[in-house]
């Protein structure tokens, strides 16, 4: 028998291992080496300014989650207080860039492998990684949710020790001058850095399978962002402490070496080991996310609905999952910097979270017995300082970056006008289908 529901059964403890493990990835042990590179030793100062839009997403995605407790609430959120045309286009945005964002993800773990296996085939170790943890999210969501639990405690110790390691044994002297190159890098450190905190919206994705979403999803959220905070400003503090910001971005693995400046044997081992942890734990999480997303939308037949199934005995969009398995694989066969990825997921997230900031203020009038029906819910100040502050963080980030890479925000441009298409002709087949069996 083929069902179309999910269940709950993650509770606060396997909500905040998930958003910990969705949001610290393999960027914190890459990035900022590469953002370093050009901001300077001021990159820890540059994870501090992302955490303040971050800050915003986080009562965002609180009050939707609490709002709309189902998976895929964004959506049907932009959908029901905008419009069914930008809710697609959420959509759109979301699915295709597993294409991206999980491969981005998966080389990083394949280049921290090397330390443990020199000359293994980094796009063979991409792929295997892609393929077990879509067979991990297709077999149930407690499998996955038990695994990312684990995952997340043994990368939260590794990069805790590498911290507080590293800044012990800096060097004051190569923190001097602290913006060696201006503010301008320092912007777009901040802005690529921001990336690095996105992930926070997997809570709302995977809201239909927590249990007592209304108690569980705010608690979830501001725990887990108190600790990746702490562990954002450690890591490139210890990094640009303990090695010259000029070099840091001659190497992949500037953590490890990093690590080899205070650490014995074992000690750099398993940081190379948390950065394994917190790739795979990304990656499960994003499968996790963007599943759910393609599940939605072929429910709604803006997919196609043979997709929208819950499989009879493990309880997931099995069939949505190997759809964002598929697209994350292609997308490993091609090639592209970790700073261009996170920029070009940065452009297309900001679309996201303008839709999203303009949903919320529409939320009270627009579906005004779901907004008060939700147990997360502000006074009307509260919630248009939090949507407004939201869109404007949004649209600056979204300007600097069409600013500094044209090309790039016209080829985004061209990839909203093919979704727009595409919804064009899903919407008109699902009313047909609709009026056909009304």
């Not at 963007?290 to 199934?309: E, I, V």
């Not at 298409?421 to 919407?427: F, H, I, K, P």
């Amino acid at each position: 028998m083929t069902r179309t529901e999910l269940t709950r059964s993650i509770g606060l403890p396997g909500a905040a291992f998930l958003i910990i493990g969705y949001v610290v990835g393999a960027t914190i042990f890459i990035l900022p080496g590469s953002l370093a590179a050009d901001a300077g030793p001021a990159v820890y100062i540059a994870y501090l300014l992302a955490a303040i839009p971050a800050l915003f997403a986080c009562f965002a995605m609180a009050l939707i989650g609490c709002a709309v407790p189902a998976s895929g609430s964004i959506y049907i959120v932009i959908r029901d207080a905008l419009s069914p045309a930008l809710g697609f286009m959420y959509l759109w945005i979301m699915v295709v860039m597993a294409g991206a964002v999980i491969p981005l993800v998966a080389f990083g773990f394949a280049d921290y492998s090397a330390y443990f296996y020199e000359g293994l085939d980094s796009r063979l170790v991409t792929l295997s990684v892609i393929g077990l943890f879509v067979i991990v999210n297709y077999l149930g969501m407690k499998a996955a949710a038990g695994l990312q639990s684990l995952m997340v405690v043994g990368f939260i110790i590794v990069l805790s020790g590498f911290g507080v390691g590293g800044i012990a044994n800096a060097d004051p002297a190569l923190m001097r001058p602290l913006f060696p190159n201006g503010w301008s890098p320092m912007v777009m450190a901040t802005i690529t850095a921001y990336f690095s905190y996105t992930g926070v919206f997997i809570i709302a994705e995977v809201a239909g399978e927590i249990k007592n979403p209304g108690r569980t999803i705010p608690r979830a959220i501001f725990l887990s962002f108190a600790v990746i905070i702490l562990l954002y400003m450690m890591v490139p503090l210890a990094l640009t402490g303990v090695l010259p910001w000029q070099t840091l971005g001659d190497t992949q693995m500037a953590v490890v070496t990093a690590a080899e400046k205070f650490l014995p044997g074992w000690g750099v081992a398993a940081i190379a080991a948390g950065a394994l942890f917190a790739a795979a734990t990304s990656i499960n999480g994003i499968v996790m996310g963007l599943s759910r997303d393609f599940y939605k939308g072929a429910k709604s037949g803006l997919f196609p609905r043979y997709f929208g199934a819950v499989h009879a005995r493990f309880n997931t969009p099995g069939r949505a999952v190997l759809v964002i398995g598929a697209l994350s694989l292609l997308g490993a066969n091609f090639g592209g910097t970790v700073v261009q990825y996170a920029q070009i997921a940065v452009m297309g997230l900001m679309v996201i979270q303008v839709m999203t900031g303009i949903a919320l203020l529409k939320l009270p009038g627009k579906l005004p017995d779901v907004y008060a029906a939700s147990s997360f819910k502000p006074g009307k100040f509260t919630l248009r300082f939090i949507s407004i502050g939201y869109i404007v963080f949004s649209m600056i980030f979204l300007v600097i970056l069409a600013v500094d890479q044209p090309k790039s925000m016209l080829s985004g441009a061209v990839f909203m006008g093919l979704g727009f298409a595409w919804y064009l002709v899903a919407s008109r087949g699902a009313a047909g289908t609709s009026s056909r069996h009304g």
